[in-house]
């Protein structure tokens, strides 16, 4: 293992930071941002962020229910759906289709309970949701010996292509109020490699495994409401630069608008189940009938038959958004107000958008929806990056996360871990991390009183 592939894990810039930060002691701090009065509006419907399509459960289970505009006659394909979601591929049951190479068995396995996945909390702790994305040392596309991704299982094995040991670093510092905080920054080093060592400058991508819910809504809204947000020349002088990402639909052979994916690297809601698939279970399917490792061959028959397919989209595409809580609280209405002055709603975009009409699917239709996103690329800064590209997208740039259902990844998921790589140990972390383009709106967060930061806080709990 080499020091220079170690240091993948830790960018420059965020080499830069832990110099600012060592020195916030010994210089004076920025004068604390005071934002008085503020205009507490509620937005008609803004409790329901999925529209009709939205369910009021607040529990455990809040992530991986059908929507209540969804007529009864398809709850039986549904729960087919979630039977294939939650299926163990490595039961003989149903074929030899996992694998060989394989990160999870399941798409459970990672997206537990429909939910967020986390890194591992110590050392000795394996890896489970916490993926490792390659790429060629020499330039685009996957690593020519591992692949796109690095897998930890091997069927009938005791072991896959390697192992990976998550460390970190904490980095302190100081609101402008006088109260501290730390951040912890993650590093890597990879252990156990069995087909060699990773060269010097290969590229790699730690992704937790997000939420599923909502997907079929996302995949709703207009490409033009999407295009409309859109300023990569910074023309308005924002300082905002959001961008699509433009990549290949796999089934219509053409290049399109990606919308999921850490990166936006997947255009459709079929294509983004379909490479998880081949990617995480090595499970050939329709869109992708050859297995991912390098010396992969296309399967005489897919692994995954297309009705199994057809019913774990059906499942995906109508995994509901959960209500909002609290929203007309006054100290959540402050927090919203504050959201939108220190500029966090510039990507994590507040206002509704429409879906359009989705053939077949009446509860996505017509929607107004709350995302709170814009499913654009925006570069994050150095201390964020990954260093590697997606499509268009730089090893600095990253899709905006919608952030609806945020607020209760505690109860469904059992953590609250965020972020790409779930370095930030709960909300106010994720904001802290922020740079790039959100740099200015993170350092107006640590300028803010105490109430106005916990107004805030209290607001992204609230969805």
């Known amino acids: 293992m080499s020091r220079r592939l170690y240091l993948l894990g830790i960018p420059l810039g965020a080499l830069v930071l832990t110099a600012v930060w060592a020195q916030a002691g010994r210089r004076p701090l920025p004068p604390p941002l005071v934002l008085g009065q503020l205009a507490l509006a509620l937005e008609p419907g803004e409790e329901l962020p999925g529209g009709a399509a939205t369910v009021t459960e607040a529990g455990r289970n809040a992530f991986g229910r059908s929507p209540p505009n969804m007529d009864r006659a398809r709850w039986p394909e549904f729960h087919l759906g979630k039977r294939v979601f939650d299926r163990d591929w490595s039961d003989p049951g149903h074929g030899p289709g996992l694998g060989p190479l394989f990160s999870s068995n399941s798409c459970m396995g990672c997206h537990v309970k429909d939910g967020r996945g986390r890194p591992p909390l110590s050392p000795s702790e394996p890896l489970v949701s916490l993926a490792f994305q390659l790429g060629s040392p020499t330039g685009p596309g996957p690593h020519p010996v591992y692949g796109e991704q690095l897998d930890l299982h091997h069927l009938g094995q005791a072991r896959g292509e390697g192992s990976v040991e998550v460390g970190h670093e904490e980095l302190t510092g100081t609101f402008a109020t006088g109260e501290p905080y730390s951040l912890l920054r993650p590093a890597y080093r990879f252990k156990d490699l069995t087909r060699g060592p990773l060269e010097d400058g290969t590229p790699f991508s730690p992704r937790v495994s997000p939420a599923n819910f909502g997907l079929g809504l ?110 007309d609280a006054p100290g959540v209405l402050r927090g919203k107000a504050v959201f939108r002055a220190i500029g966090c709603a510039s990507c994590h975009v507040d206002r509704p958008m429409e879906t359009e009409e989705v053939a077949g ?79 200015p709106a993170q350092e107006r967060y640590t300028r803010l009183v105490l109430e106005d930061r916990q107004a805030l806080l209290a607001f992204l709990g609230s969805l």
């Open 218 to 327: 996302l995949e709703a809204i207009p490409e033009e409401t999407l295009l409309a947000l859109a300023d990569p020349e910074d023309r308005d002088g924002d300082g905002i630069s959001g961008r699509p990402n433009q990549v290949e639909d796999v089934k219509e052979r053409r290049t399109r608008m990606g919308r999921f994916g850490w990166k936006a690297n997947q255009p459709t809601l079929l294509q983004q189940v379909t490479h998880a698939l081949v990617a995480d279970m090595g499970l050939t399917n329709e869109l992708y009938p050859r297995a991912q490792e390098p010396e992969g061959v296309p399967a005489a028959t897919p692994d995954v038959k297309d009705y199994d397919l057809e019913r774990l989209v059906f499942y995906t595409r109508l995994l509901a958004v959960p209500k909002r809580r609290d929203w």
């Open 361 to 439: 699917f009446p509860e996505l239709s017509r929607q107004r929806i709350f995302p709170y996103s814009d499913l654009l690329l925006h570069d994050m800064g150095e201390a964020l990056a990954d260093g590697r590209p997606d499509g268009l997208a730089t090893g600095q740039e990253w899709r905006t996360p919608p952030l609806w259902g945020i607020g209760l990844t505690a109860t469904v998921s059992g953590h609250t871990r965020f972020l790409h790589d779930g370095r930030a140990r709960n909300l106010e972390e994720a904001v802290l991390w922020h740079g790039g383009e959100a740099a």
